[in-house]
């Protein structure tokens, strides 16, 4: 997971653009990047910081606490209410980071967090307690691999995110005897206290929750294709590929595939909720390993996955009654590299128990 695979032959996803390359983001970060020495380098941080567990619980201890505050903001907004987004200047943020750093005592323990993890990387201060790399990546980050770090995660994990919640809400409005059943799963794991944290251990337990994020992205998937670049040359489909030669796999239709998907039309979480369990989804237990790409595949799958979504939907769901403001309105999208939630114009008001 954290070092590149030295058996495939698909190690590139896209080729740079000239607008990648005029923005300084060739050779940086992961995502997008074909140098494939400094993907490797990058690659094992970027795993090290969001996989650790002391990364995992600090953030969810976050999430909780930013929660708080901006429900607290919500709360006191009437209607019709817009907020200005403020960008960030993540050079700065970086820079003004490292300086925290620098003037904190040795002896004083720093956050876990990943600007923290990727500017501490190989330092004195260095708070990654586990090496997985090989010893010739061993060796402090620049503040351009921070920051294409740090882009990455942004890009990967604000709007995506933020389009498949605007996903998930319309389909809830549309099933509520899924929502029935997803909120029960939401009091049962945590019980009447409206006020209790959510915990990494409760995120394992809603397995409803898992399975409704899965069938909502299979329904409506975020990313439609996948690239891949052959390092060697290949023979796929029966033809013979040179090196170099661009593939995209269509991976929406794979997973809307009736050779490959129990009612395929449907919309039906049941499909992913302990299936090993069911006689009825006898195509999902053959192909779903190799059907369902959610998180992309192989050495560039995404580490984080889907905390944060099962997070943010506890959180707002436990809380608060959504209604769409137009039942009959089509989920409106524009499809581009990514399916984007154009517009979904809802209702918010405290949960009626």
Excluded at 68 to 88: R, T
Excluded at 140 to 147: A, G, L, S, W
Excluded at 208 to 227: L, T
Excluded at 332 to 340: A, C, G, S, V
Aim: aromatic share 12%; proline share 5%.
């Amino acid at each position: 997971m954290n070092i590149s695979s030295t058996k495939s032959k698909y190690p590139i996803r896209l080729p740079n653009s000239e607008g990648f390359v005029e923005y300084g983001f060739d050779g940086v970060g992961v995502a997008f990047n074909n140098d494939l020495q400094s993907w490797k380098y990058n690659r094992q941080f970027f795993s090290q910081a969001m996989m650790s567990p002391s990364f995992n619980y600090q953030a969810l201890k976050w999430t909780n606490e930013l929660w708080n505050e901006m429900e607290s903001y919500w709360n006191n907004l009437g209607e019709d209410h817009e907020l200005d987004l403020i960008k960030c200047k993540l050079y700065t943020i970086v820079k003004e980071r490292r300086i925290e750093i620098e003037n904190s005592p040795l002896d004083q323990p720093l956050r876990h967090d990943m600007l923290t993890s990727f500017i501490t990387a190989n330092t004195p201060r260095d708070i990654n307690v586990v090496k997985q790399a090989d010893s010739d990546l061993l060796r402090p980050m620049t503040d351009k691999e921070i920051f294409g770090n740090i882009l990455d995660t942004m890009l990967g994990g604000t709007d995506t995110t933020a389009n498949l919640i605007c996903f998930v809400v319309y389909y809830l409005e549309h099933y509520p005897e899924i929502k029935k059943r997803l909120r029960h799963e939401f009091d049962t794991v945590l019980g009447e206290d409206l006020t209790r944290p959510i915990t990494y251990k409760d995120l394992d337990k809603l397995e409803y929750c898992d399975a409704i994020i899965k069938e909502v992205f299979r329904c409506s998937p975020i990313f439609i294709i996948n690239g891949r670049i052959n390092s060697q040359s290949d023979k796929v489909g029966g033809y013979d590929w040179p090196e170099g030669t661009q593939f995209q796999m269509l991976f929406s239709a794979i997973i809307k595939h009736k050779d490959y998907w129990t009612e395929h039309e449907k919309f039906d979480p049941d499909r992913f909720y302990r299936v090993e369990e069911s006689d009825k989804y006898l195509l999902e237990k053959k192909n779903m390993k190799t059907t369902f790409p959610m998180f992309g595949g192989g050495i560039r799958i995404c580490p984080k996955r889907i905390i944060e979504l099962k997070c943010l939907l506890f959180l707002i769901y436990r809380k608060y009654d959504i209604e769409l403001v137009d039942m009959n309105s089509p989920l409106k999208y524009k499809r581009d590299f990514l399916n984007l939630c154009k517009e979904l114009i809802v209702k918010i008001k405290p949960r009626k128990f």
